[in-house]
């Protein structure tokens, strides 16, 4: 009796109904961009900027292929593919690492290098630019004018990998401690080796945090502008949302030009993200609950 | 003879190093080294040309084009009166702007959708991908779609008219307008925001017992007292990530103005992380590699003092509450 009270007390409530008027507002605003983004392929170049309406006039796909054509998108969509897989893959192995060394195997100023990386989060990216450009042109020619392509995104991959840290690790520390450690403990009982366990025992049950590094690293590196956008400076060497800055160079901005290859550089991150998503946030979830 | 079980003994009680190991490396390459570069390079002033700057393996700094200053490149910026102590105060004051009404509208915005989206019993897995979109698709694309939305003829304009709110309508367009420019640049700030903040208080309101609630709601609390005195207090370590994130975005981030604004109309967007990327790539004149660095060490001394004093009310609101 009481627990049904308490049901109907709770689901008959004012406050809640507004809550979800917001929610339902805000999706809306969550998507309105996205509906007025392909929208806007469709128009030609002076309805673009001049209508308030979502459904175009005289529905186009001119500027979609026309940007298609420009945008190179197979040429540029591997090499944004190369530079996330490289990302990916050196968060995920070296955070998960250095977590379950924080987490299980404990040592002498742990706690104080784990908080040293957590401050890297203030220092302002933008700083380290020009520093990151001599070293990595100049110093050690990661990528100079004659180094090969997978060197080249080697080096540009490094300082993103790096920009990570401090949430990757954070997050693989926290998943580690939340497992009970008598899986560590009898394993050494048996004779596994440290690398063993964690390889065999603590990586594969730490699915949930890989899906999140994975997914927050692919998002980082797929949408990053400002350093790829120093370093990769050969034209075929770009990635796509460097793109998107050369469809504008060529002439006046036409919106629809813009908007179609925005959509293409999204594209590719809205499939991944809706595939992947429950993952992600199963990680970050379990991370937090610890 | 007992020094070799002293030292096996060392190794086996740091096996955990060794896995932390690789990232330390790396940090070092990548991450301290241009630290130090760029602390060292804040007190020169270098152009970027000639025999370049070094600190490692030894150091390098040849005139003319390099020259060791000391402080001067802060006190061309700190000196009251000077117009690049302006410019700088300007920016650093849109920042705070950005940094305080950011953090407050994607709490309020990311707490309540939260709840919904924790009470909701159907449909709550495709709306909870929807308002996910905003920050899996962060970056160009969707700056360039907001300034379409903010064109002096855009939807935005067009859709306060047709609501019979033409006074409200922006003539130079939202990112035009000297007053509606800052303002506007926080909105899509908040709007990419919002997500990450929005699935943490989820997963934190996941973690909260269900009595807790029935009992508050057998000694009559209302929703409003529930929020206050049970939700809010056990999402306080949530409200502490999400402020340390938007606090260190709204300081370093320049990527959402230069795409957008390029800081104007007239500095009204400029902020410090731009002013740093201009002076170093952005262009126009010589660049000063060493002021570009100054001004960046300013924001990491400033976001350093902010942490540290929500650390201390963290704790201090905490320890209150026990």
């Known amino acids: 009796m009481s627990t049904l009270y308490l049901r109907l007390h709770r689901s008959f409530n004012i406050g809640k109904l507004l809550i979800i008027i917001f929610l339902i507002f805000y999706t809306i605003l969550s998507v309105y961009p996205f509906l007025w983004m392909v929208s806007a392929t469709m128009k030609d170049p002076i309805e673009v900027v001049t209508s308030g309406s979502l459904i175009p006039q005289h529905p186009s796909f001119t500027s979609l292929i026309e940007t298609w054509q420009k945008l190179n998108f197979f040429l540029h969509f591997r090499n944004s593919l190369f530079l996330t897989t490289i990302v990916i893959l050196g968060s995920i192995v070296l955070y998960s690492l250095a977590g379950y060394g924080f987490a299980i195997l404990p040592f002498k100023g742990g706690n104080l290098l784990l908080g040293f990386f957590l401050s890297m989060l203030l220092v302002p990216g933008v700083t380290v630019l020009v520093p990151l450009y001599i070293l990595l042109r100049l110093q050690v020619p990661m990528i100079g004018p004659h180094s090969p392509y997978w060197l080249t995104y080697l080096g540009t991959a490094l300082p993103i990998i790096n920009g990570g840290a401090p949430f990757a690790m954070f997050l693989f520390r926290n998943y580690f401690k939340s497992l009970p450690h008598e899986l560590h403990d009898s394993a050494q009982v048996d004779g596994a080796s440290e690398l063993r366990i964690y390889w065999s025992i603590y990586l594969p049950l730490a699915f949930p945090a890989i899906a999140t590094i994975g997914i927050t690293t692919f998002l980082a590196s797929w949408n990053a502008f400002a350093w790829p956008n120093i370093v990769l400076t050969k034209p075929e060497w770009q990635t796509l949302p460097l793109m998107l800055r050369q469809l504008d160079l060529e002439r006046l901005i036409q919106w629809n030009v813009r908007m179609s290859g925005s959509l293409f550089v999204i594209i590719p991150v809205i499939i991944v993200f809706f595939l992947l998503q429950r993952y992600y946030v199963a990680g970050l979830t379990g991370s937090v609950k610890s | ?322």
């Open chain 2, 1 to 322: 003879m007992k020094i070799l079980p002293k030292i096996r003994n060392a190794f086996r009680n740091n096996r955990g190093f060794w896995f932390v190991l690789p990232s330390v490396l790396l940090w070092l390459f990548v991450g301290l080294y241009p630290v130090a570069f760029s602390i060292a390079l804040a007190f020169h002033q270098w152009n970027g040309y000639g025999k370049f700057f070094s600190i490692f393996p030894k150091y390098l700094c040849v005139h003319p084009t390099c020259r060791f200053v000391g402080l001067e490149n802060f006190v061309k910026f700190l000196t009251p009166g000077l117009p690049t102590t302006k410019s700088f105060l300007n920016a650093l004051s849109n920042n705070f702007t950005l940094m305080i009404f950011g953090t407050i509208g994607v709490i309020a915005i990311a707490l309540p959708l939260a709840f919904a989206l924790n009470n909701a019993k159907f449909g709550s897995r495709v709306t909870r991908a929807l308002l996910l979109l905003p920050m899996a698709t962060a970056g160009i694309a969707t700056y360039y779609v907001w300034k379409l939305i903010y064109q002096p003829t855009g939807v935005l304009n067009k859709l306060l008219e047709n609501f019979g709110l033409a006074a409200w309508v922006a003539k130079d367009g939202w990112l035009g307008g000297i007053h509606t420019a800052l303002g506007s640049l926080i909105a899509v700030t908040i709007w990419s925001g919002v997500p990450f903040a929005m699935i943490l208080y989820l997963a934190g309101l996941q973690t909260i017992p269900e009595e807790i609630y029935d009992a508050a709601i057998i000694d009559g609390a209302s929703s409003w007292q529930r929020l206050r005195h049970i939700a809010w207090p056990m999402l306080a370590p949530m409200t502490i990530i999400v402020v340390i994130l938007s606090l260190s975005g709204a300081l370093q981030g320049f990527e959402l103005q230069f795409l957008m604004t390029s800081g104007g109309p007239a500095e009204h967007t400029n902020v410090v992380g731009l002013m740093v990327y201009v002076e170093a790539f952005g262009g126009w004149g010589v660049p000063d590699l060493g002021r570009a660095s100054a001004y960046g060490w300013s924001l990491f001394i400033l976001g350093v003092g902010l942490s540290l004093l929500s650390l201390y009310f963290n704790q201090k609101y905490q320890g209150g509450n026990e």
